[in-house]
């Protein structure tokens, strides 16, 4: 996989603007299949950045209906990526 296939899109909520202010802590939706190693190079590879730590989450789709036909939204992976404290990612 390359940078651009594991990093899908960053993520920008309250709580992860909240985050990159106080923690220099960054969320974004990655490839279910990427592990931290390859998170760690395709952030420091895409924005040239120092990665100091990298936690991973997967998020279960939850059900939903539309009529009377019941299914299900995609399952997912959050990966929130810790820089070092000289470095930025400007999202905006």
């Known amino acids: ?3 651009c296939n594991i990093i899908i899109k960053p993520l ?3 709580q992860s603007m909240h985050f990159a202010n106080a923690c220099n802590a960054f969320a974004f939706q990655v490839n279910k299949r990427a592990n931290k190693i390859q998170i760690r190079n395709a952030i ?3 924005y040239g950045v120092k990665v100091v730590d990298v936690r991973t989450m997967n998020y279960k789709g939850k059900s939903r209906r539309r009529g ?3 299914g299900t939204t ?3 992976k959050k990966a929130v ?3 070092h404290e000289d470095h930025r990612i400007d999202l905006f």
């Open 81 to 83: 990526v810790v820089l």
């Open 74 to 76: 995609a399952t997912w």
């Open 1 to 3: 996989m390359d940078n």
């Open 44 to 46: 420091e590879g895409l």
């Open 68 to 70: 009377r036909n019941i």
């Open 12 to 14: 920008v909520t309250e």
